[in-house]
């Protein structure tokens, strides 16, 4: 099929898709006339029932707990199946190309301000990702969202410096063991629960007194932590992952 | 305009299908997928929105305050962690078709048998 043939039928066939889909959408109750009731009882009791003021985390880790088990896996096995996709293949190793090593290579140095922005950033955006973890039952934040600034801390390391560096440190069997505990510590969360004969994933930690603090909402904290840490290291890996292809060298062609 | 939400959802999903198909690059096509998928943030966040709703955060508003559903919320982020998870696959794949075949361009792949 050749590129025109293919956008015409493409065409046609979008028109109908996009016309059945606005008839399917137009039956919807306009914009802004939420019909509820699901969130408007949530919103409800929510914090007397939990202690956590973030109504979002509280869904997340409490009311559909159940499901964020799964989200949670989904990306422990995208990390898992992108380690396998990336493995080496016949004739790869890493290593350092002759062309890298000769004497009279040119190699471009980070700049200092690179290298001083990186570094002087690393921590306070740890810091920051550490915060939003540890804040889930207070304000818009929680696991997924700090696990990804706290990597971004990484990458920063990264940035200022030799990769080569970075991966001589193997912050990748630690991701992968911290990963492991993320993943492990939310199912184990939910287990204890069952082993106190109440339903997986039950709040069965002291909800604190004051509604929002970090020492309030149970298990809705712990289980944020857990996440945080799962995510945190699944993103390294994967950047990780994708920056060791940088490294290989190619063998004879097969 | 109570269904305009609903009419930028299709067009997001529509121009993304569009770049898919017609992409030369696998890269490119990536990234249309991220697009059509970015439609159901709209969408999901345009079906819990309720008018002069605050957000589904009751640390310094009162209790009973009229917000906005928290469920849809939740799921838009469900939604965002499963996109990285997906693109992160994806490009896994990009990096392993360009090695073995030596282009990216999904005419020429379809055209060469491994």
Redesign the interface.
Known sequence: MT?PV??WV?LVG?AG??AF??FG??G?P?????P?P???I???V???QTNA????S???FEY?GF??VG?EF??F???A??AV??RH?RGEHEGRQPLDEASDRDLPPTSDAARMVALLFTGPIVLIGWWLVSHAQ???S?G?QGG?VIATGFVLLYLSGEFRVFHRLGPADVAAAVEAVGAGGFVGTGLAAVAMNLPYLKNFLPLGTV??AVSSSGTIALISFFVGLE?AAA?IL?VG??LK?TLLV?GKKR | MQIFPFIVVVWIVGIGLYGMVTSRHLVHQIICLIVVQSSTYVLLLGVGYVTGGAAPYFFDIPLHTRAVDPVVQALALTDVVVEAAVTALLLSFAIQAHKRFGTLDPQELASLRG
Do not use: C, K, W
């Not at chain 1, 306009?30 to 939420?34: D, L, S």
């Not at chain 1, 003021?53 to 979002?56: A, D, E, F, I, Y």
């Open positions: 590129p293919r956008r493409f979008a898709l996009a889909y606005l959408l137009s919807l306009g914009f802004g006339h939420y509820g699901y969130g408007f949530l919103n409800r929510a914090v007397p003021t973030g109504v979002v509280a869904v997340n559909r499901d964020t989200e989904i990306l096995a995208a990390v199946g992108m996709v990336l293949l207070a304000s818009p929680g997924f990804v509604p929002g995510v993103f994967v992952e994708l292809q190619r």
